[in-house]
């Protein structure tokens, strides 16, 4: 999957991915529901990681490629 995902590219967070993930474990699991009901724009990558910019007013946020799944 994560070789569909690129730089530009639509992007929909995998809820189960993200809620059991150790970045969830570190911080506010209450996660607002815009990262799971809308599509977000990778506007950055390295190899593990895609910063996506979602369209409400919210900062970017990096997420793991494995926790995203590529959409039309």
Excluded: C, H
Excluded at 18 to 47: Q, T
């Amino acid at each position: 999957m994560a070789a569909k995902i690129k730089k530009g590219a639509l992007v929909r967070v995998v809820k189960e991915k993200l809620e059991n993930s150790l970045e969830a474990k570190a911080s506010d699991s209450r996660f607002p529901s815009y990262l799971f009901d809308s599509k977000g724009e990778i506007i950055e990558m390295n190899d593990e990681y895609a910063l996506i910019r979602f369209y409400v007013p919210t900062p970017s946020v990096w997420l793991r490629l494995d926790q995203l799944e590529a959409v039309e």
